[in-house]
């Protein structure tokens, strides 16, 4: 039988034990835990997921993590450790319940509540805010937006909850979509407890940056500000906050994707978006859940339709913290490649690429067979941490 899901995640944090000086066959000495660490302690501790648990596990009360991982795997909670009992969140690979997926359905049981939530990753894949639009008495078209930050906390599979702050109440923020050329005006809101910015990739004035010392700088808590700037160049962007410590407004959820459609436009197609991230649940600066558009394992156990022959264009952004790289690998086919989407030319024919963060790339691929093919992170530890999902390739007109 193969190494089950949470085999998988205790070796993980005994190598992070390690790394940080910890015997794993001792008690763990915790770290003085700072404010962010205790707030998820409190909200996470006591749900059900052995996942939960073994994300906190190294900062919580002196107990051997070989142990730990016992109680992880068998569904039971050494006492002493001042953990709820939790259900295992693995099945034995060849036999998921999880639609037959086969050595896949090696995954977080359960489904995340998307309704708590007000967020989904199916409907997410196709959702594009357009703005609201006018005209200029120039004659060029505006796309006016709001975009509120809020801190919000989110579940990142079933039954294990992070503490995000948030664009518009979701991880990923809001995908934003304007033509090349458009004027654009967002309104930023700070509805959340620190202070943030909007930074946006792309051309523009140097107080639109969004960073602090230059222009507005940091928007405060209650506070908004206005940036407007031109729709250049086109292709593949993304927003995020860019306040100190970045790497902590980033990680927390402050990004989302931000396209600039050619003048001339591009070839009708399915399209997709796709945002690459990972979540540090116990703030010690690795990542235990890795996923695209949040949810890990989502689109293994909701395959993402498309038709036989159709093309799919799926937009892909990098927005993993703590890892220096992450990657994208489709089975059973190759795809263009059009890195940053600024060119109408793809660059490479392939079915892997890798991106560091806030890296892109417009892919584009058809299924010339139907059936059901993975795509997955080419890191396998991401894959076997939540980053993999399926495509069900139907007959022409099944979709």
């Not at 927003?239 to 990004?255: A, D, F, S, V």
Request: glycine share 10%.
């Amino acid at each position: 039988m193969g190494v089950t899901f949470l085999e998988r995640l205790a070796a993980r944090i005994a190598r992070i034990g390690r790394r940080r000086g910890l015997r794993t066959d001792v008690a763990a000495v915790p770290d003085v835990p700072d404010p962010s660490r205790r707030e998820f302690i409190r909200a996470g501790v006591g749900v059900v997921g052995g996942l939960a648990v073994a994300a906190v596990a190294p900062r919580l009360a002196p107990y051997p993590l070989a142990n730990l991982a016992r109680g992880l795997r068998d569904g039971t909670t050494p006492s002493g450790t001042g953990l709820a009992a939790a259900a295992p969140l693995i099945t034995s690979p060849g036999h998921s319940g999880q639609h037959g997926l086969g050595h896949s359905g090696n995954i977080a049981v359960g489904e995340v509540d998307t309704k708590r939530m007000a967020y989904d990753p199916v409907p997410f894949l196709t959702q594009f805010d357009r703005g609201k639009v006018s005209q200029l008495p120039n004659g060029r078209t505006l796309r006016e937006f709001q975009v509120v930050a809020h801190d919000r906390e989110i579940e990142i599979a079933p039954g294990i909850f992070f503490p995000a702050w948030t664009f518009n109440g979701t991880v990923p923020g809001t995908t934003l979509r304007v033509r090349e050329g458009d004027r654009v005006r967002i309104q930023f809101v700070n509805a959340g407890t620190h202070p943030h910015t909007m930074h946006f990739h792309g051309i523009h004035r140097a107080e639109m940056d969004g960073v602090p010392g230059v222009g507005p700088g940091e928007i405060p808590p209650g506070g908004s500000f206005t940036y407007e700037f031109d729709a250049i160049p086109f292709g593949l962007h993304q927003y995020h906050c860019h306040t100190l410590p970045l790497k902590r407004h980033i990680h927390k959820g402050l990004y989302g994707m931000f396209i600039i459609d050619p003048r001339q436009g591009r070839p009708p197609a399915r399209e997709l978006v796709m945002v690459m991230n990972a979540f540090d649940t116990n703030f010690d600066g690795e990542n235990e859940v890795y996923a695209v558009n949040t949810v890990a394992f989502h689109y293994a156990k909701h395959p993402i339709r498309v038709k036989r022959n159709e093309l799919v264009r799926i937009y892909v952004v990098n927005m993993t913290e703590f890892d220096p790289i992450n990657s994208i690998h489709i089975h059973g086919n190759f795809f263009h490649v059009y890195r940053t989407g600024t060119s109408l030319v793809p660059s490479e024919y392939t079915d892997t690429i890798m991106l560091c963060q806030a890296e892109r790339a417009i892919l584009e691929v058809r299924f010339p067979y139907a059936g059901r093919f993975m795509f997955h992170a080419h890191q396998s530890e991401f894959t076997e941490l939540g980053w993999m999902g399926v495509f069900e390739v139907t007959g022409d007109d099944d979709v």
